[in-house]
C-alpha cells in the first residue's frame, strides 16, 4: 500500500491521542484543553487526498485501480466526460450529488479510509464548471497525478490546463506516462524528454516524471501468475516510491503530525506532573498518618503507665484511711452502744455506715480528684498536639477532612467521675456484709435481752426472798453471771462489727483500685479510639484516591513507550 509509512505513523498518533483524551476526560481536564487534542485528531484523522487529471482515455482510472490495488474505478463504467467523482469511505455504497458537476462517491472499499481520491473529466472535455470544482481541491491536495498516454502525449489539453493553475498549487505534482506497454522503449524515452522540455518552457520546472504500465501493476496485484516479472514491467515501484517520499517526507500532514505531536506530548507530560504530583501527596499523607498511628500508640502506652502511677497515689491515700477508719469505728462502737441493743435492735447500724462512708468519702476525694485532673490534663495536651500535626503535616486537600470539633472533655471527665464515684460506693455497699451485721445486731439484740430478763427475774427472787434464803444466794449468782454474760457479749458484738468491717474493707481496696485502673484505660482508649478512628478515615480517603490515580497512572505509562517511539520515528 502506497504511503504505508504515513499512514502507520498517523495511526499510532491517532491511538496515542484518543488515549491521551480518555484519559483526560476522566481525569476532568479543562474543557477547552480536551476540545484542542480533539479537534487536533480529528485534523490528522482527515485521509490523504489525491487528485488525478488528463485527457479522456488516458488510463487515469486504471492508474487508481493500480495504486489502491482494488477495482473501485471501474474502466468501463466511471463516467469520464461530465463531472468531477470525490470517492470517499462509507459501510454502505452511495452517491450524493453535491452539485450538476460534482458527485461524491461513498464505497466500502477499506482503503478508502486514509484516501479521498478526486478523478476529474478530461482535460480535453473540461468546462469552465469543471475547472472551478477542481481548483477547490488541487490546493488542498497531497498528490496531484497528471496523467498523460503515450498513446497521444502531444495533446495541448494538458498543458492549457495546466498554466491555467497556480503554480503553488503544483508544489505535490507528478508526471504519470500511463499504457507504456503499448510503445516500444525509444519511444518511451522520447515522449519522456518531450515532457520534460515542455514542462520546463511552460511551468518553469520539470515535476517527477514515471512512464508505468497500470494493467500490469494491478495485475501483479489481483492475480497470482508472474507477479514479480509483471510488477518490474510495470515500472510501478519507482513511483510509488516517490509518492511515499512526498506524503511522508515533505507533505504538511509530515509537518501536521509533528506539530500534533508535540502538543500531544506536552499535554501527556501535564497529565503525569499531576497524576504524579496526586500520587507523592497521597503517599506523604499515608506515612503522615502511619507516623501519628505510631505517636498515638506510644502516648497510649506512656498514658497507660502512668495511670499505674495514679491509681498508686490513691491506693496509698486509701491505706493512709485505715487509722481513721479504725478510730471512727472504736467511738462508734463503744461497749454502751453495743448495750443500747437491749431496747434498739439496730443500735446505730445506718447511722455508722453513713460516717463511714462519708468519712472515707471526705479523705479519699482529694487524691482521686487529683488523679483525674491529671489523667485529663494529658488528654487535654494530647489533643492539639495530634490536631497540629494533623492540619500542618498533610496536604491541603487532606487538611480540609482533618478539620473536626474539640472532644467534649468536659463530659467525659463528668462521665469519668461518676464511675468512679460508683466504683467508690461500691466499697461499703456490699449486700453480704449488710446482711452480716443485720444478724450480728439482731442476734446481740436477742441474746443480750434474754440475759436482762434473766437477771431482772433473778434479782426480782432476791428481793423476795429478803436476801437470807440459799434462793436468793443462788438468784444472785445467777444474776452476777447474766451480767458479766452480757458484757462479754457486748463487747464481743463491738469486735465481730470491727473485725466484719475491715473483713469487707480491706479485699475492697483491691477491687477499687483494679477498678480504677480500668476506668482509667477506659478513658484512655475512648481517646485514642476516637483519634484512631478519625486516622482510619483519612487513610480510607488517601486508598480511595490512590485506587483512582493508579489506574490512571498505568495508563500514562503505557502511553510514555509509545510516544517515545513517534519521537523516533517522527524526528
Known sequence: ????????????????????????????????QLDTLQALLRDISEP?????????????????????GDEFAKVDVLPATDRVYIFRYASEEKSTEVSSKLTERYLPIPFLRDFNVVDTPGTNTMVKEHQMVAEDFMPRADIVLFVFSVANPWTQSNWEFLDFLQKTWLKNLIFVLQQIDLREPTEIDVIHRH??????????????????????????????LDKEKLWEESAFAPLEEQIDFIVTQSSPRMLKLRSTFQTARVALDDLNQ??????????????VLDRLDGILANRREQMLRQTTTLVREVERAYDETTKERAQLLQQSQSWWRSFSLIWRRTAGQQELHSKLEAQLRQLMQPQMEKSIRTLEADLRGLWPQMQDLLENQLSADLQKEARQSVPDFAGQRREFSESIQTAFIDILAGKALQERLARSYSQTSISLRIIVAIIIIAGTVAVFTKMQSAVATSALVIAGIGGITAIFLAFNHRRKVLRDYERQLS?????????????????????????????????????????????????????????????????
Open 507 to 571: 479485699p475492697k481496696r483491691t477491687e477499687f483500685t483494679q477498678t480504677l485502673e480500668k476506668q482509667f484505660a477506659k478513658a484512655i482508649d475512648s481517646f485514642c479510639a476516637e483519634m484512631a478512628k478519625k486516622f482510619r478515615s483519612l487513610s480510607e480517603i488517601c486508598q480511595t484516591r490512590l485506587r483512582r490515580y493508579q489506574p490512571w497512572s498505568r495508563r500514562a505509562d503505557d502511553l510514555e513507550p509509545k510516544f517515545a517511539e513517534l519521537k523516533s520515528r517522527l524526528g
Open 48 to 68: 490523504l487526498l489525491f487528485v488525478v487529471a488528463g485527457e479522456v482515455k488516458s488510463g487515469k482510472s486504471s492508474l487508481l485501480n493500480a495504486l489502491f
Open 274 to 287: 499531576e497524576i504524579r504530583g496526586f500520587l507523592d501527596k497521597i503517599s506523604a499523607d499515608t506515612a
Open 1 to 32: 500500500m502506497i504511503a504505508d509509512r504515513y499512514l502507520q505513523l498517523k495511526g499510532e498518533l491517532e491511538s496515542g491521542l484518543a488515549g491521551l483524551i480518555k484519559l483526560g476526560s476522566e481525569m476532568q481536564r479543562p474543557a477547552e
Open 195 to 224: 515532457l520534460q522540455d515542455t514542462a520546463m518552457r511552460r511551468l518553469g520546472f520539470v515535476p517527477p516524471i514515471f512512464a508505468v504500465s497500470a494493467r500490469k501493476a494491478l495485475l501483479a496485484r489481483t492475480s497470482g
